[in-house]
């Protein structure tokens, strides 16, 4: 069904044509409009060239606009006010159309319509009720009806769909209220220039502290209370490894030649040298390191 309000509405008896120029089968010539022959295109003996509608045939729509004169002489005493175009009538009647002949293959050749017109056209012609061929004077007001109903209701707004209405925000768990608790602990503690840990207690790898010689002194570089420890326990070293020298070599035997000058520190031949064992415990590098801080 068409969308457009129509302006005028009735019912008349139809024909049908087709005027292509062919002079076949009482052509009278091409369309007054300059329109080329066409499905769609009817004709009027007086409705203003241009002029849009539909008609309705045993239920069913077909659209046209005014696009030539016509019917002539059947159009007198008002008994036949519109000219269909030869495929467009073919369609209504379930029939075919004959290309070569320009006629309907089947059907009486009339047939009973409603029309509407949606919008005048701004050719020539008369508005409103129509008038046989050339005789404006005779107006078939017959041909013009009230407007149905149905036809100038206006289609009902597609229903709108429900809008959800927002659910309200549930409250914060304790878990989230806690972890909010917690960041603003954290936030807080940035602000004051730490990282929330306690400044005073020692951490594991500070506890775990090797004993090499830059780990020995503080930051300052001065010798800290393990080093002192570290200092105060070699000669305790020493002396028991001086002791097992000494009870397992005889008195005398490797503790270092005279002649080498070095004394019972001296560098022997031997493998059980004090100096040796000195050397192979490590604690001559400490030592050293000790002392280059």
């Not at 091409?30 to 060239?49: T, V």
């Not at 047939?111 to 012609?125: K, M, N, R």
């Not at 780990?215 to 070293?237: K, N, Y």
Request: proline share 7%.
């Amino acid at each position: 069904m068409s969308n457009e309000t129509p302006i005028q509405y009735g019912k008349v008896t139809a024909t049908y044509f087709w005027d292509d120029g062919s002079g076949i089968n009482g052509d009278t010539g091409a369309p007054a409009s300059g329109e080329p022959m066409q499905k769609g295109l009817f004709s009027s003996p007086s409705w203003p060239l241009g002029t849009e509608g539909y008609i309705v045939y045993e239920g069913e729509e077909y659209e046209f606009f005014i696009g030539d004169r016509g019917p002539g002489v059947p159009s007198y005493d008002c008994d036949v006010l519109l000219d269909i175009d030869g495929k467009t009538f073919a369609d209504m009647m379930g029939e075919s159309f004959n290309e070569t002949t320009l006629t309907v293959s089947g059907g009486n050749g009339h047939a009973d319509v409603e029309y509407y017109i949606t919008e005048w056209g701004d050719g020539h012609g008369t508005p409103g009720a129509p008038h046989p061929f050339q005789q404006p004077g005779t107006s078939c007001d017959s041909a013009v009806s009230p407007i149905p109903e149905q036809a100038t209701a206006e289609p009902e707004p597609a229903a709108a769909e429900p809008v959800e209405e927002a659910s309200p925000s549930e409250e914060p768990s304790e878990d989230t209220e806690q972890s909010e608790q917690e960041d603003s602990a954290e936030t807080a503690a940035a602000a004051d220039g730490g990282d929330g840990s306690d400044e005073s207690g020692t951490s594991a790898e500070t506890a775990a502290t090797d004993l090499s010689g830059a780990e020995l002194t503080g930051s300052d570089h001065a010798l800290g209370a393990t080093a002192l420890l570290t200092l105060a326990l070699i000669p305790a070293v020493l002396i028991a490894l001086f002791f097992v020298w000494s009870r397992r070599s005889p008195a005398g035997a490797h503790a270092g030649a005279a002649e080498n000058g070095k004394g019972l520190l001296g560098r022997s031949t031997g493998g059980h040298g004090l100096a040796s064992l000195y050397e192979r415990s490590g604690l001559d590098a400490m030592v050293d390191k000790l002392r280059r801080k």
